[in-house]
């Protein structure tokens, strides 16, 4: 089957890649493009593992057909860290021992920078209604929602 | 699968008549899962999100227009149609996550067919009315009209809902939606209820409409519960009529969910609480929008 020309801006870089019209935002990005910090979990929006920012807005990879996002700015996990410097968000996960096996950090990460875009000091029932999205199964939600806090705390100069 | 995404509803309506096989969508969170369910894939994925009417949410004065592919995040977001329609509103920001949020949008919530749709109910009391689009031109259906069983629509194959038409809200009047979940999000309805109530200038009730999701094959008016509110307050003898009214509505599944029983039981129970919330907002709207 023919396959598809797009043309994106992914974590700041103009990124041009072919894909057939069926395939997934989630599979192109990780087998055309190589970016793996977009993981697969259930691939049917229920999870969040493979959470992105397509225009600023905070959606599942796997729920995007690729050609969709001809002409979009894509945030994925790869696009956090400043010039090799975590973001704050990171270092809190880090610090925080907010992930143990991490397939859901890099969604957690992109729906809490969402988050905090919108809402530079959200409320701990606010963290978890926006979180609802992301599944995790190992470490558990508490030190994930900590490490959100601590961030939104340094992020806000405090 | 071939992608194509139209930039005018004509363009859209001639791709259908030409694509015996083709299938429709705004945010494919239900599409997706389907198709990795093992539906048969269609030839052709139509995207409606590049036609601008698609996708807008504006007010004319008489009426709130909202394009069928709109983000339900966009709908929830604009202020002041949340303040006008906060049960409508509400009913849509309770469909799945954030990053759903950004994709789902009413027409697809109606389309996708579940009975337990949450916007459902919450359209179906506000009297909103679906404009259709097809191959001879448009035609406008009431929201209830649009899904005939579990997974099925009036609609022609190739026909889709340009956008939906909602009426200003009158004065003294108030809508509401809540839904029946074990949990406090991400779930599905195991009974949703819609309400909304016009108050008559001595706070008697006017006006009721009561709707029920996820306890029928389609989404349920309950004609008895309004018949028993028009005329009365909220007393106890009549908030009972209503719960009774909607037990009665019924016709659920047994299900992982929840039981007939348990079904019919909260049925009631949200009645009477939405429409009481209908009310609480209909005091609050004496003015005119």
């Known amino acids: ?158 | 699968m071939k992608y194509v995404a139209p930039s005018s509803v004509e363009e859209a309506t001639s791709l259908l008549s030409t694509s015996p096989s083709a299938q429709v969508f705004a945010g494919a969170t239900d599409v997706v899962p389907q198709l990795r369910a093992g539906r048969p894939a269609p030839e052709v994925l139509v995207d409606l999100k590049n036609i601008e009417e698609l996708v807008s949410v504006a007010n004319d004065g008489d009426k709130w227009t909202v394009g069928a592919a709109t983000p339900t995040a966009n709908l929830t977001e604009d202020q002041a149609f949340s303040d006008e329609f906060p049960g409508l509103s509400e009913a849509a920001g309770l469909i799945g996550s954030d990053q759903i949020q950004n994709r789902s949008s009413l027409g697809g919530n109606l389309c996708n067919g579940s009975p337990a749709a949450d916007s459902v109910p919450a359209m179906v009391v506000n009297g909103a009315r679906a404009v259709v689009a097809g191959p001879n031109g448009t035609r406008v259906l009431d929201v209830a009209e649009v899904v005939t069983g579990p997974g099925e629509t009036s609609l022609d194959a190739d026909e889709f809902i340009v956008e939906f038409e909602i009426d200003r809200m009158p004065a003294r009047t108030g809508d509401a939606y809540l839904r029946m979940i074990p949990r406090t999000e991400m779930d599905i309805a195991v009974v949703g209820a819609g309400a909304r109530i016009t108050l008559a200038e001595d706070g008697s009730i006017e006006q009721a409409a009561l709707a029920l999701g996820a306890v029928a094959p389609t989404v349920v008016r309950v004609p008895d519960a309004e018949t028993a509110l028009v005329g009365n307050t909220a007393d106890d003898e009549t908030l009972s009529a209503v719960a009774n009214a909607a037990s009665e509505a019924c016709n659920p599944i047994d299900d992982k969910r929840g039981t007939v029983a348990y079904r019919k039981q909260v049925a009631g129970v949200l009645a009477k609480r939405a429409v009481l919330i209908a009310i609480e907002r209909a005091e609050q709207r004496n003015g005119t929008n």
Not at chain 1, 6 to 22: A, K, M, R, Y
Not at chain 1, 34 to 49: I, S
Not at chain 1, 104 to 112: D, V
């Open chain 1, 1 to 158: 089957m023919a396959r598809t020309h797009i043309t994106t801006v992914v974590n700041g870089d103009e990124t041009e890649f072919l894909t057939e019209d069926g395939t997934s935002l989630l599979n192109a990005l990780r087998d055309e493009v190589g970016l793996t910090g977009v993981k697969e979990g259930c691939g049917t929006g229920d999870c969040g593992a493979c959470s992105v920012m397509i225009d600023d807005k905070v959606t599942c990879a796997c729920l995007v057909f690729a050609p969709e996002v001809d002409g979009s700015t894509i945030l994925t996990v790869e696009g956090l860290a400043d010039s090799g410097e975590l973001h704050p968000l990171q270092q809190c996960f880090l610090e925080g021992a907010a992930l143990q096996c991490g397939i859901c950090t890099p969604g957690f990460l992109i729906s809490a920078k969402a988050l905090l875009d919108k809402n530079p000091d959200p409320t701990e029932t606010e963290i978890r209604y926006a979180l609802a999205g992301n599944l995790c199964r190992c470490t558990g939600y508490d030190k994930i929602i900590r490490a959100v806090q601590e961030a939104a705390r340094e992020m806000r100069g405090q």
